[in-house]
């Protein structure tokens, strides 16, 4: 017989105990409502795709980072990463029929081979949301709208969560002014989006293993410390791009001040986004105690689905993910209730009452109740304290002269105060709580 241990749970992948489940179950359907609440259609697709895909939007490194395997019919296929290169093969097929701005979202569950830690494991379920088809600034403040939506849904507040707004246009456009060649702009905004983690010196010294001059290292330096809109315009207000750049950051930040979410968005000159096919305003959500890993991640993205053989169409989304969320959610003593918990438990005297306590039952969860009783032959107290561990509200009591007369005797399991009642009444709704 094999060792329980040969059996453990993967590195990086979790169980969901019921408790567990109801937190997930409770974050999937806030998602759910808010996208809804947004106008947007829930769509999916399968957990395993071809692996080029994934090579195709972000280079030959993400195999290192998925799991993948070659078929049974010899085609490279991969578990499912991130579900944007999925959406981008359905519109590339769909899109050109289809009325535009497309809204879809979807819940998949995905996978990443990579060291696990606090915020950050093998598989976790994603809020995906995008709009396809609307180049306009207001579409990239929908979409950031729904993501600081879903998180205030969940109880957090602004004293809880910020959103950091930046816009790669921008960075460009200041990596030009300040004279960094057009081949090192990939190692820069790369530099740039580790810059919080790896600090001051060690970003210094990544710029300058990229062979900028001292006055633009310097520039960019001095950026990563102060990188405010007001220095900014102080910096490089003499070019149009920066200019234009920051003219569609003030548009998405007054958009998302009309629909009263402005005290949630802050501009942060550090946040790039490390994927290179983002193509214009970035996002990222976080925790103000700056505790975890990002909540959310997303922007605009203008040529994924001609990656994939698509019509050209302009795109902006984001990606949330559970694992992070749910820390946070546990931190803030936000999570649901998850006591056992049921609206009656059904006591039947002796076994002559076992059928019609079990006609009962069913007749009240087919009136929407939840009821329970015990599976074994027990006397009446035994009964009563299962029902109490149970957490039941009430118990339904029936005995030979409740059954003669179509009653029960309900029993109110907090208050202790109970009355009999006509099954006709309590299957109406009447007198449930005596």
């Not at 957990?47 to 290192?64: A, D, T, W």
């Not at 010196?201 to 102060?226: I, K, Q, V, Y």
């Not at 950051?249 to 979410?261: F, T």
């Not at 997303?298 to 984001?318: I, N």
Request: proline share 5%; hydrophobic share 40%; charged share 30%.
């Amino acid at each position: 017989m094999p060792a329980a241990d040969s059996f453990a749970r993967l590195p990086g992948f979790r169980d969901f105990a019921p408790g567990d489940l109801a937190l997930r179950n409770h974050i999937v359907d806030a998602w759910r409502r808010v996208a809804r609440g947004y106008g947007f259609q829930e769509y999916d697709g399968p957990p395993l795709e071809p692996l080029g895909l994934y090579v195709e939007k972000s280079g030959e490194e993400i195999v290192e980072q998925v799991y993948n395997f070659r078929d049974k019919g010899g085609r490279e296929v991969a578990l499912r990463p991130e579900m944007t290169p999925t959406l981008a093969r359905m519109l590339a097929e769909r899109s050109r029929g289809m009325p535009k701005p497309i809204r879809w979202f979807s819940m998949p569950q995905l996978f990443r081979y990579e060291r696990s830690q606090r915020g950050r494991l093998r598989e976790h379920f994603q809020l995906n949301v995008d709009i396809v088809g609307e180049a306009g600034v207001s579409a990239d403040a929908e979409v950031l709208a729904v993501a600081i939506d879903a998180v205030r849904a969940l109880g957090l507040g602004e004293n809880d969560f910020v959103a950091r707004v930046n816009d790669r246009r921008l960075v460009t456009a200041v990596l030009d002014a300040t004279g960094v060649a057009p081949g090192r702009h990939a190692g820069c905004l790369a530099a740039i989006d580790r810059a919080g983690r790896a600090g001051p010196e060690r970003t210094r010294e990544d710029l300058a293993a990229l062979g900028l001059s001292p006055r633009a290292a310097a520039t960019l330096g001095e950026l990563l410390a102060d990188g405010s809109r007001d220095h900014l315009a102080d910096r490089f207000g003499d070019s149009a791009q920066v200019r234009e750049a920051m003219r569609r950051l003030d548009e998405h930040r007054s958009i998302l001040e009309a629909m009263g979410l402005g005290a949630w968005v802050r501009f942060d000159f550090t946040v790039v986004r490390g994927l290179a096919y983002y193509t214009g305003i970035v996002f990222e959500l976080f925790d103000r105690a700056a505790e975890l890993r990002a909540i959310c991640g997303g922007g605009r993205y203008d040529r994924l689905l001609e990656l994939v053989g698509g019509e050209p169409l302009p795109a902006a989304g984001f990606g949330m993910g559970d694992v992070v969320l749910g820390e946070l959610l546990r931190d803030r003593g936000l999570g649901p209730e998850t006591d056992v918990s049921c609206d009656f438990f059904v006591v039947w005297v002796g076994p002559e009452q076992r059928n019609p306590g079990l006609e009962l039952s069913r007749r009240l969860r087919e009136a929407g109740h939840s009821v329970m009783y015990s599976l074994k032959s027990h006397g009446v107290g035994k009964q009563l304290k299962a029902a109490s561990r149970a957490g039941a509200g009430r118990a339904v009591i029936i005995g030979p002269e409740e059954e003669a007369a179509a009653s029960a005797t309900v029993r109110d399991l907090e208050t202790g105060r109970q009355e009999t009642r006509s099954i006709a009444s309590l299957l109406d709704g009447e007198g449930a709580n005596p």
